[in-house]
Nanobody, 123 residues
Framework: QVQLVESGGGLVQPGGSLRLSCAAS????????MGWYRQAPGKQRELVAA???????NYSDLVKGRFLISRDNAKNTVYLQMNSLKPEDTAVYYC?????????????????WGQGTQVTISS
């Protein structure tokens, strides 16, 4: 099974910055897409940003121009640089990855979620 471990959340004032990291481990053959989602209290989980095959990116309109997603393929790690943070960015941020993992008999596709990291924007 592929596990995802997030880090980098915390409390920051409006206008500040945070950098989230998510490292994937396990019997990974390849990772097709890695991304970040968030869920605020009382709201549905929503896509923040995703990076596909290491280069193509997709951002929510709510974060475009403020957040930057990047990926280190050698480390199976995805990053989310968050700048100009707003109170409405407050949420639990979840990492997601999908790809192919090795099994005893070959390969299979996987989709995994991290445990989530709290991001709070408040003065």
């Amino acid at each position: 099974q592929v596990q995802l471990v997030e880090s980098g959340g915390g409390l920051v004032q409006p206008g500040g910055s945070l950098r989230l990291s998510c490292a994937a481990s396990g019997s990974i053959y390849s990772i097709y897409t890695m991304g970040w989602y968030r869920q605020a209290p009382g709201k549905q989980r929503e896509l923040v940003a995703a990076i596909i095959s290491g280069s193509s990116t997709n951002y929510s309109d709510l974060v475009k121009g403020r957040f930057l997603i990047s990926r280190d393929n050698a480390k199976n790690t995805v990053y989310l640089q968050m700048n100009s943070l707003k109170p409405e960015d407050t949420a639990v941020y979840y990492c997601n990855a999908a790809g192919t993992e090795l099994t005893d008999t070959g390969r299979r596709t996987f989709g995994s979620w991290g445990q989530g990291t709290q991001v709070t924007i408040s003065s």
